[in-house]
Antibody, heavy 128, light 113 residues
Framework: EVHLVESGGGLVQSGGSLRLSCAAS????????MNWVRQAPGKGLEWVSY????????YFADSVKGRFSISRDNAKNSLYLQMNSLRAEDTAVYYC?????????????????????WGQGTLVTVSS | DIVMTQSPDSLAVSLGERATINCKSS????????????LAWYQQKPGQPPKLLIY???TRESGVPDRFSGSGSGTDFTLTISSLQAEDVAVYYC?????????FGGGTKVEIK
């Protein structure tokens, strides 16, 4: 059974940093691209970042580009999101989400997948 | 970026009646080489993560009841709940994955009338 468990959320001051982790189990982690999606309190879903299975291809939403970084450790079945220069508008529940299939376009580095599995999320609160 | 616009923002439907949610993309998300629409629908209940219902605009995820169906192509899409059940009360989101900058619609809240 697939499990995704996020951790690392908490309260941080504006301008601070936080590192989120997502522990994966129940599937061959290295063969799936992964994503971070966030949801501000009472708001909709916002995709944040993508990383391919090998970690060679990475994308970010414009709202976090230059401030956030994404990485993975396939030996540890773990996904990470390093968040720097945090702002009040980064306050949200952060979910890690797994692609539905292992499909991956070697030319573009993009998997073009919907998200089949989601973790329960970890709350990040940025105080101003 | 592709903008996804859902309508309505909310709707109230009687038990057993049909619920229809619309989603419009700012550009076509139909990939001509494989004739697939890169659109998914998700259901999110309070305090839970989203759940994948539909992908490729009309393919139902395993285990999803057949009262849920997706249709549409190009820029206009619809999620239909043919006979609303109490457990379908939730917020529904569409998502395009046509580009590597993935975007979601704003969500539609479905309630019981």
């Amino acid at each position: 059974e697939v499990h995704l468990v996020e951790s690392g959320g908490g309260l941080v001051q504006s301008g601070g940093s936080l590192r989120l982790s997502c522990a994966a189990s129940g599937f061959t982690f290295s063969t799936y691209s992964m994503n971070w999606v966030r949801q501000a309190p009472g708001k909709g879903l916002e995709w944040v970042s993508y990383i391919s299975g090998s970690g060679s291809t990475i994308y970010f939403a414009d709202s976090v580009k230059g401030r956030f970084s994404i990485s993975r450790d396939n030996a540890k079945n773990s996904l990470y999101l390093q968040m720097n220069s945090l702002r009040a508008e980064d306050t949200a529940v952060y979910y890690c989400a797994r692609d539905r299939t292992t499909y991956y376009d070697g030319l573009t580095g993009y998997s073009a997948n919907s998200f089949e599995y989601w973790g329960q999320g970890t709350l990040v609160t940025v105080s101003s | 970026d592709i903008v996804m616009t859902q309508s309505p923002d909310s709707l109230a439907v009687s038990l057993g009646e049909r619920a229809t949610i619309n989603c419009k993309s700012s550009q076509s998300i139909l990939y001509n080489s494989n004739n697939r629409n890169y659109l998914a629908w998700y259901q999110q209940k309070p305090g839970q993560p989203p759940k994948l219902l539909i992908y490729w605009a009309s393919t139902r995820e395993s285990g999803v009841p057949d009262r849920f169906s997706g249709s549409g192509s190009g820029t206009d899409f619809t999620l239909t709940i043919s006979s609303l059940q109490a457990e379908d009360v939730a917020v529904y989101y569409c998502q395009q994955y046509y580009t590597n900058l993935i975007t979601f619609g704003g969500g539609t809240k479905v309630e019981i009338k």
